[in-house]
C-alpha cells in the first residue's frame, strides 16, 4: 500500500513552504553508517557465495542482488521458518500464491497509481538524488560526515513526487490500455482473492491469508545491500478479522510477530518498536507499528504490523462494482471486514540475519570470524571433515557425510588443515563440525565440534543423526 502516502508529508510538500529538510529526520541515534561492519559484511558474502551482484561481469546493476548457494539456502530458512508459523502452525491462516501481474484496475483502487510515491530532492551541485525525508540517513557525497543540504555548496532542489512502481506493457503494443505493473507489495493479490479463499477453504472470520512473493519498487534511493533494493520478496499476511475485533487482534499480531523474530534468533536488544505518530500513518490506518531492528546504520524497520481497518475491501468493492462483504452467519449480519495486516521483507530479515550472527573473536593471537545463526536458519547444518586423507578416514567419512546428507544440510571437506577448515565453516555459519580421526576408526567415534563455544564432544557414529538432528532440531 501507499506506506509513504503520509498525509501530513503530502501535505507539507504541496504547500509552498516546505521546512527545512533536516527537521523531518526520524530521530535517529546512529546518523552515520558503522561501513566498515557492512563492507566487511558484503564481502564475505561475496567470498562465501552468500550474496553477488547481479551481472557482476557486466559491471553490475546498481541495487540488484542475486543469491548464491548459501545465501539461497538461509533465505529459504527464513522464509520456511515464517511460514511454518503463520500457515502450517496454525489452523485459521491459509496460503496463496498470487500472480506479479494483476490488473491496472488493482492499483487504481489500491491507491498506488495516484499516491505511491516518494518525494525527491536532487542537489543541483553534486547531481545526487535524495529522498527528502530520508534526507537525514544520508551522506552528502561532497562531505560524508554532512547530511545532503548542510555543506556549503549544497544547492538542494524542492521536493517533487516521483512514482515508485514499474510500468510495463501486456501484449503486443505499447499503449496506455495496454499498462501493466510489476506489483510493488503482494498484499493486492490476498486482498482481490479474499473471497475465493474464503469459498475454497471454509474458513470463517476471523481468518488469514499468507503470502511471500517477489515485489517491485522503483525506490529513489536504494542500498545498504540487501536492506532497499528494487527487487525484493516480502512475506506478507493479511487477517480479516469483525470490525471491533480489530484492535484485540492488532495487539495480539504484535506479540506474535516479535516473538518470531526472535525465535529465528535475533537479539532482542536489537529489535524495538516504533509506532508510526500522527504525521507518518496513512489516513486509511488506524494504527501501525514496525519492528525495527538496530543496523550498523541506525535503527530501521524491518516489518510493518498495521491496522488497514475497511480500506483495502472498500476500495476493491468500490472499483470492482463485486460484493465483497462477509456473512456471519452466527450473528446473522453483514460486514465488511477489517484487516490486521503482518508485512516483512524476506531480504532486509536475510540481512539481519547476517548482520546479528557476524561476530569476530580473537583466538590463540589469530582473528575467528563466525556467523553464529540459529541452527534453524543456517545454511548448513553440519561438516563432515577427514582429519587426514589417509588410513581410510575419507571414505568412512565420505559414507558418514552421505547418511547425515539425507537428513539435513551437510558439507564434506577433506582440503587443508583442520583448524583452518573449522575457520570456514565457522564464516558459512555451520553450527556442528564432526571430525573422522584416529580413534573413530579404533572405537566407532567421531569428534563434534561446537561452532559457538568451540568445545568437543565424542559422539557414536552409530549415533551421529539422532545427535545432530537433536542439536540443530530438525
Ligand atoms: P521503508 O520505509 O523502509 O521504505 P515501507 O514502509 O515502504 O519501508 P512496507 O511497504 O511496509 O515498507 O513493506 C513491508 C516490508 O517490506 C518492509 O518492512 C521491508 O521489510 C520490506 N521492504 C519494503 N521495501 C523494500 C525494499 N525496497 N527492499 C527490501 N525490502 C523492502
Known amino acids: 500500500m501507499p506506506r509513504r502516502e503520509v498525509a501530513g508529508l503530502l501535505a507539507a510538500i504541496c504547500s509552498s513552504t516546505f521546512p527545512p529538510l533536516v527537521s523531518r529526520i526520524s530521530p535517529d541515534p546512529h ?70 501481474l494483476m490488473h491496472a484496475r488493482v492499483w487504481e483502487a489500491s491507491g498506488h497509481v495516484a499516491g505511491f510515491t516518494d518525494p525527491l530532492v536532487d542537489c543541483r551541485t553534486c547531481k545526487a538524488r535524495f529522498r527528502a525525508d530520508k534526507v537525514g540517513d544520508a551522506q552528502c557525497p561532497q562531505k560524508p560526515s554532512k547530511h545532503p543540504g548542510e555543506h556549503s555548496t549544497c544547492d538542494l532542489t524542492e521536493p517533487r513526487m516521483f512514482n515508485l512502481m514499474f510500468k510495463t506493457f501486456m501484449g503486443p503494443v505499447e499503449e496506455q490500455a495496454a499498462v501493466v505493473y510489476l506489483r510493488p507489495e503482494t498484499a493486492q493479490g490476498i486482498y482481490v482473492n479474499y473471497q ?174 563466525v556467523l553464529g545463526f540459529h541452527p534453524a536458519i543456517a545454511p548448513i547444518k553440519t561438516a563432515i571433515l577427514p582429519l587426514v586423507k589417509k588410513d581410510g578416514m575419507p571414505e568412512l567419512a565420505d559414507r558418514l557425510y552421505h547418511d547425515v546428507k539425507r537428513h539435513m544440510p551437510a558439507f564434506y571437506d577433506d582440503a587443508g588443515a583442520i583448524g583452518r577448515r573449522y575457520r570456514r565453516m565457522d564464516e558459512a555459519g555451520t553450527p556442528y563440525c564432526c571430525t573422522v580421526d584416529g580413534d573413530t576408526l579404533k572405537d566407532g567415534t567421531v569428534t563434534v565440534r561446537d561452532r559457538d563455544s568451540m568445545q568437543q564432544v565424542r559422539v557414536a557414529t552409530d549415533n551421529l543423526v539422532a545427535y545432530l538432528r537433536k542439536q540443530v532440531g530438525g
Not at 232 to 256: H, L, S
Open 196 to 369: 475465493n479463499v474464503l469459498n475454497a477453504s471454509r474458513q470463517k472470520i476471523p481468518f488469514g491469508i499468507a503470502q511471500i512473493g517477489k515485489a517491485f519498487r522503483n525506490e529513489i534511493t536504494p542500498g545498504n545491500f540487501i536492506f532497499r533494493t528494487r527487487e525484493f520478496e516480502q512475506m506478507e499476511m493479511q487477517f480479516f478479522v469483525k470490525p471491533g475485533t480489530d484492535g484485540e487482534w492488532f495487539e495480539r499480531w504484535r506479540e506474535w510477530r516479535m516473538q518470531w523474530h526472535q525465535s529465528i534468533g535475533l537479539t532482542p536488544a536489537r529489535l524495538r518498536w516504533h509506532q508510526h505518530g500522527p504525521g507518518e500513518l496513512a489516513h486509511y490506518a488506524k494504527a501501525a507499528f514496525d519492528i525495527e531492528y538496530e543496523f550498523p546504520f541506525g535503527w530501521n524497520e524491518i516489518e510493518g504490523i498495521h491496522n488497514r481497518s475497511d480500506y483495502d475491501l472498500g476500495r476493491h468493492q468500490e472499483y470492482s462494482g463485486k460484493k465483497l462483504e462477509y456473512f456471519d452467519q452466527a450473528g446473522n449480519e453483514r460486514y465488511l471486514p477489517y484487516i490486521v495486516e503482518t508485512s516483512a521483507g524476506a531480504d532486509r530479515v536475510t540481512l539481519t540475519t547476517l548482520v546479528d550472527a557476524y561476530r569476530e573473536e580473537e583466538v590463540e593471537g589469530e582473528t575467528r570470524v
Open 31 to 100: 546518523p552515520m553508517a558503522d561501513t566498515t561492519l557492512m563492507d566487511k559484511l558484503v564481502s564475505l558474502c561475496k567470498r562465501r557465495g552468500f550474496v553477488f551482484q547481479s551481472s557482476e561481469i557486466y559491471g553490475g546493476l546498481g541495487s540488484v542482488w542475486d543469491y548464491g548457494p548459501l545465501g539461497v539456502e538461509l533465505k529459504k530458512n527464513v522464509k520456511d521458518s515464517w511460514w511454518r508459523a503463520m500457515v502450517h502452525a496454525r489452523d485459521d491462516i491459509e496460503g496463496i500464491d498470487a500472480a506479479i
